[in-house]
């Protein structure tokens, strides 16, 4: 136990040291931290230390340590996701309510046919899809990789742009708000019609685990957002009272938090639904403002990181050395960017938006961020997908999101700097 606990101390300070000095080098380029994080992960894993220094690897990286790195991984995501929860803005989707939904139709609809012709591709591929997958459940999958937006870092930028009030920023605002919801759901009904918890037996009758993943998790849905969010207002009132948060309201949401991620997790699902559901659930004003201020700087700085090398491990890019799946990253990397940043962009041209707000909609909607890197996780967790397309799909996260700052400074920087909006788009 002593040796385990010293090999994951290790581990951490290699983790965090590499994520801080990667992500630093990624701000002094204009990216976002998120960016250098995404890419210290990889480079930690197989793909670059693990290929020139196996030892060194094997050292820092033990069997025994995986499984303590695997649960970080997920509390981090999930404390994340309750986070992205947290700041979920019903608002958005009043305002602009036209436009966002045409740009959030485009944005889901072309993903989703896109996907549904690559598979009739892919699935004879090795390495791309488990052999149990049926063809359906695949199409939904790869659609919604491909339909995902980095909604909390699209967000961030909009923000820290100034844009918060402009046509753009609640534009996108609702349309990536939308997507990424319509993106979970669809994602909640692929792992439940994979099947992934055991039949439940109530009374000799066996309940089948299709029927407890998609019924558990409708019914944690609407009663969370129904009677738990009048039964959660208590907390926010007494916030409201008391100027803030206290250690015992903490500890409730954090035990709250906990259960919802075992329940979500435990019927099939994904622990970070019951976290994202039960975030949307809570109150806001200072409850909200101050959760966030407490939880988000440990969940970002310490833990997150644990998720970046997590999947960092997992992807290896030499079976990428393939001609064939070297083919089917190029076709999923064009599809991504027509089916996000070029659909988006038309849906927001034929509303009437004028060309840079659209250009800059197509190119915000088009990252994918750490939101790509959990779908993905997921599915190679649940056996829907193997490590080749999980790697693929690393790469298009990676490249979709370092493309958005410049290209947005590109196409809009100059009209927000003429309209006075002067944010640093690079935090």
Not at 64 to 75: D, E, N, P, V, W
Not at 257 to 279: E, K, S
Not at 347 to 370: F, I, P, W
Request: hydrophobic share 55%; with cysteine; glycine share 12%.
């Amino acid at each position: 136990m002593h040796a385990l606990a010293a090999s994951f101390f290790l581990q951490m300070a290699v983790i965090l040291f590499a994520c801080r000095i990667v992500g630093m080098l990624a701000k002094r380029i204009g990216q976002p931290q998120v960016v250098g994080e995404m890419i210290a992960g990889v480079l930690l894993g197989p793909s670059l230390i693990g290929f020139l220094f196996p030892d060194l690897s094997k050292l820092i990286f033990t069997p025994q340590t995986r499984g303590i790195l695997f649960s970080g991984a997920q509390l981090g995501v999930g404390l994340y996701m309750f986070l992205v929860g947290l700041e979920f803005n019903t608002a958005h989707f009043k305002a602009r309510a036209r436009s966002a939904a045409s740009v959030s139709i485009a944005g889901m609809l072309v993903p989703f046919i896109l996907g549904a012709l690559l598979v009739l591709w892919l699935q004879d591929v090795p390495g791309i899809f488990s052999p149990k997958v049926r063809y359906f459940e695949g199409a939904l999958f790869l659609g919604a990789a491909i339909a995902i937006t980095a909604f909390p870092m699209l967000a961030r930028i909009i923000s820290e742009r100034g844009l918060s009030g402009t046509p753009l920023g609640t534009l996108a605002l609702a349309a990536g708000a939308i997507d990424d919801a319509a993106a979970w759901c669809v994602l909640a009904v692929v792992l439940a019609t994979f099947g992934a918890s055991s039949p439940l037996q109530i009374g000799g009758i066996s309940i089948g685990a299709q029927t407890v993943a998609i019924g558990g998790s409708f019914l944690y849905g609407v009663l969370a957002l129904t009677v738990g969010r009048k039964l959660l207002a208590g907390l926010g009132r007494r916030a409201e009272r008391e100027g803030g948060v206290s250690q015992p309201m903490m500890a409730v949401t954090l035990g709250l938090f906990c259960l919802a991620a075992w329940y979500t997790d435990i019927i099939g699902v994904h622990a970070v639904f019951g976290g994202f559901i039960l975030g949307i659930a809570m109150p806001r004003g200072v409850f909200a403002d101050d959760i966030r201020r407490k939880i988000e700087p440990f969940a970002v700085v310490f833990l997150l990181p644990m998720f970046f090398t997590f999947s960092g491990l997992n992807t290896k890019l030499d079976v990428l050395m393939d001609p064939g799946l070297i083919l089917a990253g190029i076709a999923i990397l064009v599809a991504s960017m027509i089916g996000k940043g070029v659909a988006c962009w038309a849906a927001a041209r034929l509303h009437g938006e004028d060309q840079a707000t659209s250009l800059a909609v197509g190119t915000l909607m088009n990252a994918r961020g750490l939101m790509e890197l959990i779908i993905i996780n997921i599915g190679l967790q649940h056996g829907i997908i193997g490590e080749a397309l999980f790697s693929i799909l690393v790469i298009m996260a990676i490249v979709t999101t370092l493309m958005a700052t410049p290209i947005f400074e590109m196409v809009y920087g100059r009209k927000a700097r003429a309209e006075g909006h002067l944010g640093a788009i690079g935090s």
